[in-house]
């Protein structure tokens, strides 16, 4: 049996309480179904800035860059707003993306349907809503040099963020959009801003270009991208694949994540290039949300994004896509028990903390 070396980086705030639920799943997987996982742990985010003072040890990215697959929490919070910016619990996560190559982001938006009543949007806007944003993870404005505050020396600072995109990069992740489209709906829509950014006028020339030369079958639409965070929420299910770029995509997925009914129901995987020899990819999963603050150490975090990042891992990782759609459905099947953690809580439900909506998935899995 191939190798199924999990790290585990739990991180800060609420990324415990949803690490802990899928702790509990791969302990029971092991037990019932000689799933064989092994996993290790490792410090990331604030709890390894107050451990080591890095936002992730060596030692911890090492283990990351060996592992078969890493699970990520969350990270930051206020105790670590004064921080450094190079050591913020944020750069943690930066460094994982960036050494581990996960240039690939799939953020899928999926509306299961006994939430489609629990969207900020009207029901017939998100019922049986199933959109996938692949978001560009190693480029852009999130790593281009410089990137740095100046003094001017006149009283005044300037603050410098540079957008770049290389042909390679934009050609790589459209490549991954097209492909993903072709299981899907065959359909990508492109969301860059080429008229004003020099990076989205050769975003939109190299997507066009890669899809005339290898994916001429998929439906290919353009849209700029603010006009494409008001068609998100005007009328979503007219999208099947989103490509974008890392900022971008960074915001437009929050966006759809409320599609879903909570920012706690949205998975992602993070996808590096398949090795030439073994063909295996470099992963990380994690939910789309952050540490939320605000409700960590109360219990009450909804970890689904996180249980379902696992089903991601399971079914990108390892082939387990029988288990991965297994989880998928037991998700729903909790949900269509009326089961609600409070951010996805409506009147005639019954609402759970996050170690009862764990163990209700769990239970449902293990069937
Ligand atoms: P957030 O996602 O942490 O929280 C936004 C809102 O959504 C909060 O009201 C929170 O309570 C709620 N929420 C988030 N996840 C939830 C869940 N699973 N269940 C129920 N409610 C949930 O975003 P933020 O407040 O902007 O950021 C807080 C910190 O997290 C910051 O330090 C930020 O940098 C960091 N962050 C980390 C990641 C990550 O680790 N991948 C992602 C986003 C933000
Ligand atoms: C996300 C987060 C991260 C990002 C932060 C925490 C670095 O917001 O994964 O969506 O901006 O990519
Ligand atoms: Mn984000």
Wanted: aromatic letters at 6%; glycine letters at 10%.
């Amino acid at each position: 049996m191939a190798s199924k070396n999990l790290l585990l980086l739990a991180g800060d705030g609420i990324g415990p309480e949803a690490m802990a639920e899928v702790k509990k799943l791969i302990s029971a997987m092991n037990d019932k179904l000689g799933s064989g996982f092994v996993t290790d742990e490792g410090l990331v985010g604030g709890c390894a800035y107050d451990a080591h003072g890095a936002a992730i040890s060596d030692a911890d990215m090492a283990k990351a860059m060996a592992a078969d697959a890493v699970l990520f929490g969350a990270v930051g919070g206020p105790k670590w707003d004064a921080v450094p910016y190079e050591v913020r619990p944020e750069a943690g996560l930066l460094r994982l993306r960036k050494d581990m190559e996960l240039f690939a982001n799939l953020r899928p938006a999926i509306c299961y349907p006994a939430l489609a009543a629990s969207s900020s949007l009207k029901q017939d806007v998100v019922e049986g809503l199933d959109i996938l944003i692949v978001r560009e993870l190693t480029g852009g404005v999130y790593f281009g040099e410089p990137k740095q505050i100046i003094d001017l020396g006149n009283g005044q600072k300037r603050g410098i963020d540079t957008q770049v995109y290389d042909t390679f990069e934009i050609e790589r992740i459209s490549g991954v959009a097209f492909e993903l489209a072709r299981t899907r709906k065959n359909h990508v829509t492109s969301m860059e801003k080429r008229n004003v950014m020099k990076s989205g006028v050769l975003w939109n020339e190299v997507v066009t270009q890669t899809h005339k030369a290898r994916y001429a079958d998929v439906k290919l639409d353009h849209m700029l991208a603010d006009a494409g965070g008001m068609q998100l929420v005007r009328w979503p299910k007219q999208f099947d694949v989103i490509v974008t770029d890392n900022l971008f995509g960074d915001m437009l997925s929050d966006i759809a994540a409320m599609l879903t009914g909570s920012i706690g129901m949205l998975p992602s995987a993070s996808l590096g290039a398949p090795d030439a020899k073994t063909k295996k990819r470099k992963a990380l999963y994690e939910p789309v949300h952050g540490s939320a603050p605000d409700i960590s150490g109360k219990g009450i975090a909804n970890p689904i994004a996180m249980v379902a990042s696992f089903a991601m891992c399971m079914r990108y990782s390892f082939g387990m896509v029988t288990e991965a759609d297994r989880l998928e459905s037991a998700i729903a099947a909790v949900l269509d028990d009326g089961l609600r953690t409070r951010d996805i809580h409506s009147p005639g439900m019954t609402e759970v903390g996050t170690t009862e909506m764990g163990d209700a998935i769990i239970a449902k899995f293990l069937g």
